[in-house]
């Protein structure tokens, strides 16, 4: 249980004490926003912008970038490792690779926004084994539900020391026999976060993602400024931001276990997060929205396979 809790503390210091995304801001630290996309600038970005509106932006913000724009590579030439300018473990392992990743792939298919997409399924499919681990957990947690409620109500009311040893002992045995991790399906989502809070860093930290397009969509424009340019194609954007967030949150309830005060709290949370998200979904640059889309309908197709798959 300790190497558990190690490794779990491990990994949230990575994802959140080293390389996220840092923003220009002003005089007066309000972040600097390109109006015409919507879209805040990060100052810790990966290589040059090329969009003449853009580019002139950074130059005028230069001496607030971490590494100044002469010394960026172009987007298109950005390597896999890069030790000149960044040196941070977390930059190094897993930022810059993707970066380089999304970019290569963008270069070949000739659109950065397809290559996101395809980047965000083919690290969803290089993380199938840890999904059908957690869902095999959580069935695994549905069946021994009976077990667990007997042992709680056998245990009600005997708070002294003995009695909840007795109670974890029998708890203990109970996984045992079932062949259940407890910590199973949490470790299984750190193992995850990293990767995909890495993709996001990537996404948020190569301009050239966000001076793009696919379809309709400009992929830096944020989803309120392209309403509000009369781009009503993003209303279907934000449409499947919706429905694929509620299929997974619905896939997530249905998988849930324990008391019905915990199912109830649990449905209250994932409708706050619904809206949440929903709101947020708005002020998300284009190229992350499409990446929550198709990450997300992925998640529920596959999620829907292998629950077939087990029955």
């Known amino acids: 249980m300790k190497n558990k809790k190690l490794l779990i503390l491990i990994v949230l210091l990575t994802v959140f004490l080293t390389g996220c995304t840092k923003y220009i801001t002003d005089d007066n630290n309000k972040r600097i926003i390109n109006e015409s996309t919507g879209q805040s600038l990060a100052s810790n970005i990966l290589c040059k912008p090329t969009n003449k509106e853009l580019k002139a932006i950074y130059e005028n913000y230069n001496e607030k970038l971490d590494v100044s724009l002469e010394k960026l590579p172009d987007c298109k030439n950005l390597k896999f ?48 084994p840890f999904s059908r681990k957690a869902l095999k957990q959580s069935e695994s947690m549905k069946k021994i539900q009976p077990e667990m409620q007997r042992l709680e109500k056998k245990y009600e009311g005997r708070t002294d020391q003995e009695s909840q040893m007795l109670k974890s002992k029998e708890m203990m045995a109970i996984y045992k026999k079932h062949n259940v991790s407890p910590m199973g399906s949490c470790l299984i989502t750190f193992i995850q976060l990293p990767i995909f809070f890495g993709f996001l860093e990537a996404i948020n930290r190569i301009p050239a993602i966000f001076e793009g397009y696919l379809g309709a969509y400009q992929l830096g424009t944020t989803p309120l400024i392209g309403l509000k340019s009369g781009n009503y194609y993003y209303i279907i954007l934000i449409l499947l931001i919706m429905l694929t967030t509620y299929l997974s949150f619905r896939f997530s309830m249905n998988n849930n276990v324990g008391s019905p005060d915990q199912q109830r709290q649990t449905k209250m949370m994932t409708s706050f997060m619904l809206i949440f998200i929903t709101i947020a979904s708005f002020s998300l640059p284009t190229a992350i929205a499409l990446y929550w889309v198709v990450t997300n309908g992925f998640s529920v197709i596959q999620n829907l396979l292998m629950k077939r798959g087990n029955k």
């Open 81 to 128: 490792y890069n030790s000149e300018n960044y040196n941070g473990l977390w930059v190094q392992l897993i930022v810059m690779p993707l970066a380089w990743l999304i970019i290569r792939i963008g270069n070949f298919v000739g659109n950065y926004g397809l290559s996101v997409m395809l980047v965000g399924l083919l690290i969803r499919l290089l993380l199938l």
